[in-house]
């Protein structure tokens, strides 16, 4: 898909920092079938295909034949194989396994796919094969939701960010947070006994200081997912007062007050532990509620702390331009582009445009945001094709910078800026 050009050419030589992934551990992709439509019902088409019609019971059962899986299949595959979620595990499955060479996936060739299918599953190497060998992933950022405490990747090339959602979101005894995490899980972890306010947020600074020491690039918070993401300022003598009269005793302003008191103090740590801090903001998965996902709605904690450096997700999205203006002149602002090529690759194409004009290019960042390799090969494929098609407009159609400067630029977006963020690499 990738288009011939001096750009695209250049892109193809990347060696790729991904800044968010959700790889899920190979045991569990090796549990029942596996094959293109099992990917799909795992990836985020499969919002997709519910929001074409398809129920749960419409999905084809494991004990069906290949070619009847394909038959019950294909009807709702006729609806949905225009969506962008879609064509991206195409070009994922055709990066990988060759397959399907030019064309659709159909009735013939969903046999062989399969087949090849379950010879990668098979390989304990795999996301390392194709992240790694295939994709020219160096390091691909693991946002690990099912298991928020654990660094442990089984892979080179995946390095797990450490998620902060549980401390904000179930500060109490007894509460967990969107995925069922709780600090208490992290104390059990680090043999650490919570006893009151002060160990509590001493919790926080000894997970954010041995996760930095266990060489965890980032911290990641999807809060966005669970509250308005306007955090206020609130002092340490009534967060301590709230937090002391315990959960039951809190209105829904004081929570909140007490969550916007422990987020301020983790970005705070963060940053003395230079670890940035990736936010989601915009569109929510599975939720057309975008409501309080507004990245502007930041604008006070990023304020309050020069020092951190925020990774803001999602290009914003539908809020991408006032993004624009918070990375353009925010120093401590990055863009980050991640799941928006899958979500709609002439959306980044359009904001490309706009972000290449207005944003300094050492501060644009791109991340697949899949859960299965294949998926995240087609997410990157995607990128690239995009970046290239943009950056090429730019030199040839617009005669707006040279080729070597677009070069540059791509080369900025899929692994400069992101090694220099993470990893600390001088570029
Ligand atoms: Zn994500």
Redesign the pocket.
Known sequence: MLQASPVGEAIEQISVIDT?E?IRPLEEVRQGPWDFIELCKASYVAADFAAAGMTEADWPGPELEAKERWATFEPWMLRVENTAYYRSLLLGCRKLYGLPEEDEINADNFIPLAEKMQQARARDDLFDYALGQVGKIRCALQ?PHWAPFDTETGSEVLTSVLRINSFVMAPFEGQVDHNDASPCDCARKLNFEISGFDSYLELIGTAIEHYKAAGVPAIKS?LAYDRALDFASVGEDDARRLYERGAEGLSDTEIKALQDYLMHTIVDMAAAHDLPIQI?TGIRAGSGDIRGTNPTLLTDLILAHPKARFDL?HGGYPYCSELTVMAKALPNVWLDM??LPIISPSVVRRMLQEWIEAVPMSKLLWGG?CSRVEAALGALEMAKDIVARVLMAKVKEAAYFTEEIAVRAAKCIMHDNAAELFLGEES
């Open positions: 968010h959700h946002d999807s989601h997700f991640c799941w945001d």
